[in-house]
């Protein structure tokens, strides 16, 4: 079939116990401009069991049309039953372009669909864009360990597929009164198809706040010190209503929890407002922050990279600055509301 024939942009609309991802809704905000340049609707899939009220709510994100796929198999998530339903809406509607976020889900299943209908698949991505004159798909991902970005086109097979980080793409502002145009997909017996049992899922109950939530986040590298040293930064971060997150190093030397990681290897994220302590700046880390809006840095090393993209810099000691930072933003609050 000739590339032409490829229809539409696919956005798998991934739900957890009814609720849909943030991943999703990105995905959707970045498919309308893609939409707009290949003149074509975006379309959202979403599996699951008692999901009727999810139509609506991708409509208000800016899907044009919802497949939805309802089984009591597809309640939770295991690999073959999502595979298998999925390949067939893509085998049924053909679209030119499948998207899925790189989450656990999204890695599990994007690469087997892309197999199943012999296509390519780019994993990770940061960037997508669509090319003039051919509207062939530029996927632009990390390579050889974040130095360099590879920007990758599937030119001659149909659909072109990709997983994006959560976190790098926006999602519009919601509307109200949407009206997607819903399908329902007729699920196919999927008895042959389960071949692993959930027995138990077992949640991971986390009492921080999820740091692609936060507005305001306090980040230490290296430059802390150790685990002891993390308290400064949990105290300027409760001043300012955000909360801790961190580099790499921090992760691997076992000083926080990895979902805490800021960068190509951990979460991209996008506050207000990012403090960078004792953090130098790699590139890897940059690729999860540099799109915040505003990025204070405070680092003992006046050459560190990380002064490169800050929009205020504090060169010095972060053991001596934070209590001072965290005791002015304390005064200052305590001043306005007694104002
Ligand atoms: P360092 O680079 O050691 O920097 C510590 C900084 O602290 C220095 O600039 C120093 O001047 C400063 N400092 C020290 N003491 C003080 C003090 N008392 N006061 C003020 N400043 C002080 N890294 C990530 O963060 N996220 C990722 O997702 C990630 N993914 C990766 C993926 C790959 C494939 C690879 C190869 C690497 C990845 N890395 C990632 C690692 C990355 O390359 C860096 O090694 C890491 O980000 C460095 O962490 P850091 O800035 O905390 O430490």
Known sequence: MSNEAYKGIFVFAQQVDGKLSNVALELIGKSKALAKDLNTEVTAVV??????????????????????AEDPILETYTTEPYAHVITEIVKKYQPEIVLYGATAIGRDLAP???????TGLTADCTSLEIEEGTGNLLMTRPAFGGNIMATIACADFRPQMATVRPGVMQRLTPVDNAHPVVDTFSVPDLAEHVNVEVVEVIKKVSEKMDIQEANVLVSGGRGMGGPENFKLLEDLAEVLGGTVSSSRTAVDAGWVEKDRQVGQTGKTVRP???????????????????ESDVIIAINKDPSAPIFEVADYGVVGDVMKILPLFTEQVRKAKEEKSNA
Do not use: F, T
């Not at 087997?112 to 012999?118: E, G």
């Open 47 to 68: 599996l699951g069991n008692k999901i009727s009220h999810l139509p609506e709510q991708l409509g208000r994100y800016g899907a044009d049309r919802v497949v939805i």
């Open 272 to 290: 207000n407002l990012y403090i960078a302590c004792g953090i130098s700046g790699a590139i890897q880390h940059l690729a999860g922050m540099e």
């Open 112 to 118: 087997r669909i892309s197999a199943r209908v012999h």
